[in-house]
């Protein structure tokens, strides 16, 4: 069955940084579109982040476009996200998520607190 477990969370100031990683399974990660989505405390679901199969595409939301960075290892059936100059409203839980196929996602993983706070 599909598993996808994320790592990587933690507690950092405002200005660090952070890499999140999200190990898959089940499924041939290699020929499968990923997302990151996150969600704020009280907030709704935020799409962050997508990569093509072969990582050559990617996109980004606006409020972290050239502070973060998504990746993968398809040798590793592993997704990243590096994330820098950290805000206090990039506070949230981070999910990866698996495309369906029809660009919405299928699986999520169970996710990873991220908390920016001084």
């Known amino acids: 069955q599909v598993q996808l477990v994320e790592s990587g969370g933690d507690l950092v100031q405002p200005g660090g940084s952070l890499r999140l990683s999200c190990a898959a399974s089940?499924?041939?990660?290699?020929?499968?579109?990923m997302y990151w989505v996150r969600q704020a405390p009280g907030k709704g679901l935020e799409w962050v982040s997508t990569?093509?199969?072969?990582?050559?595409?990617?996109k980004y939301a606006d409020s972290v476009k050239d502070r973060f960075t998504i990746s993968r290892d398809n040798a590793k059936n592993t997704l990243y996200l590096q994330m820098n100059s950290l805000k206090s409203e990039d506070t949230a839980v981070y999910y990866c998520?698996?495309?369906?196929?029809?660009?919405?996602?299928?699986?999520w993983g169970q996710g990873t607190q991220v908390t920016v706070s001084s």
């Open positions: 998520a698996k495309d369906s196929g029809t660009w919405s996602p299928d699986y």
């Open positions: 089940g499924f041939t990660f290699s020929t499968y579109w």
């Open positions: 990569i093509s199969p072969r990582g050559g595409s990617t």
